[in-house]
């Protein structure tokens, strides 16, 4: 029900958009989330909006990170990146209590 897109190569300093774009329609999710997985560690959120558009950023991200979203897409706007933001970014909604989650989006950022 979720895909990704919008992943890419950029260089430090860089931004990107992410689209996390449903088959339906987004606002039947309870929150859409974005986490990310970098080589060697855990999948982490780094980005989360709920329905009435309560944002919610993690520390490493906030300030450079942000939500706008459509009747069938959420996304995320990234910015000011740097290399420790290369990983696969994952998108994850939520309805009650069941979880979709994307096939991810590589974003690699080069120093």
């Known amino acids: 029900q979720l895909m990704e897109s919008g992943g890419g190569l950029v260089q430090a300093g860089g931004s990107l958009r992410l689209s996390c774009t449903s088959s339906g329609n987004i606002f039947d999710f309870n929150d859409v989330a974005w986490y990310r997985q970098a080589p060697g560690r855990e999948r982490e959120e780094v980005a989360r909006i709920n329905v009435v558009g309560v944002r919610t950023f993690a520390d490493c991200v906030r300030g450079r990170f942000t939500f706008s979203r459509t009747q069938n897409t959420v996304y995320l706007d990234l910015r000011s990146l740097q290399p420790e933001d290369t990983g696969v970014y994952y998108c994850?909604?939520?309805?009650?209590?069941?979880?979709?989650w994307g096939q991810g989006t590589q974003v690699t950022v080069s120093s």
């Open positions: 994850r909604g939520r309805i009650i209590s069941r979880t979709y």
